[in-house]
């Protein structure tokens, strides 16, 4: 397995990828569109940047990320969008070298967010040394 950054011939997989981790977080399902959503940011506006774990013959994960600014800190910063690492591959420090991967491309600090009951997910970013800050998160869906 070796990180990379996502090519255009990944899109079908990574859409597959987003889909598992969207059930795996108890989210509703991916868009139907969301392969020519992907497309415009990642290769289109250069908007999102994806880094996937890729082996011979498969993605094992991907980790999704886009700048940021922050008012009260009047400065940029790294918002990681998704994280996430398929079921077998879990527990192998994968998820450890994509986080290591956006951080290393970040500029100052890398801020996300994980469900409130993914305990795991909780001590794994602990385990990074980060800190919770906690809020509640809200969304609006718009037409």
């Keep these: 397995m070796i990180i990379r950054r996502?090519?255009?011939?990944?899109?079908?997989?990574l859409v597959t990828?987003?889909?598992?981790?969207?059930?795996?977080?108890?989210?509703?399902?991916v868009a139907p569109d969301l392969a020519d959503r992907l497309a415009g940011a990642l290769f289109g506006t250069g908007r999102l940047g994806c880094l996937v774990l890729a082996g011979d013959d498969a993605l094992g994960g991907y980790a999704t990320f886009s700048r940021e600014y922050s008012t009260w800190a009047g400065a940029e910063y790294t918002h990681l969008d998704c994280l996430f690492v398929t079921a077998g591959l879990r527990g192998g420090g994968?998820?450890?070298?994509?986080f290591d991967e956006v951080a290393a491309l970040a500029d100052g600090e890398v801020q996300w967010q994980t469900p409130e009951w993914n305990t795991a997910a909780q001590r794994f970013y602990a385990?990074?040394?980060?800190r919770p800050a906690p809020k509640i998160r809200y969304t609006l869906p718009r037409p």
């Design 6 to 13: 996502v090519l255009p011939a990944d899109l079908p997989e």
């Design 17 to 29: 990828l987003c889909a598992a981790h969207a059930d795996f977080e108890r989210a509703g399902p």
């Design 94 to 98: 994968w998820g450890r070298r994509l």
């Design 127 to 130: 385990r990074l040394g980060a």
